[in-house]
């Protein structure tokens, strides 16, 4: 999966708009604070949300029970190849992944960034991605993120090669 972000992220490095940003897109966001997470089967007393809206169903389940983290990234699933997309989980203190939208067993990979400050996740209600809404992704990628904003969960890819991709 770190193969499919470093790929798009050569690829937004065409563009020389970003130049003086910390990040050239996403992509190299994911590459320098990205981990990799296990699946596992939603925890006992969580309840799925709705299909197509894991970004809002993932911030309000972190917000609901204590000791899960949002986290914005990308995942596969046993459909198209296991072709990664972008999506929103919530993991334990232990990395392990709780995934309030797609039925258990659905996700076989999960490439994400564990965000800390809770004021970075999205509106429980009027949800939208960090990496996918331009009002939250812009600054982020111009300005990048204070310390302590990413917590330190999850495994780093040997092939994700930390500021390799930041601008």
Known sequence: MACY?????????????????????AYHFVLEHGRLFAPRDLPYGIDHGDEGFCY?????????????LYVEGFA????????????????????????????????????GV????????PHPVHGGGILQEPRYLLPLLRQGLTGGAVAELG??????GGRSGAR
């Open 114 to 121: 564990p965000i800390a400050d809770r004021g970075l996740w």
């Open 76 to 111: 596969t699933v046993d459909v198209g190849g296991g072709l990664p997309i972008a999506h929103g989980w919530c993991v334990n203190p232990d990395g392990a992944v709780a995934d309030p939208t797609w039925p258990d067993g659905t996700g076989l990979a999960f490439f």
């Open 155 to 160: 495994r780093v890819p040997a092939a994700a």
């Open 56 to 68: 809002t169903n993932a911030s309000d389940v972190a917000l609901r029970h204590r000791g899960l």
């Open 5 to 25: 972000v470093r790929t798009n992220a050569e690829l937004a490095e065409w563009s020389g708009e970003t130049l003086n940003w910390a990040f050239g897109s």
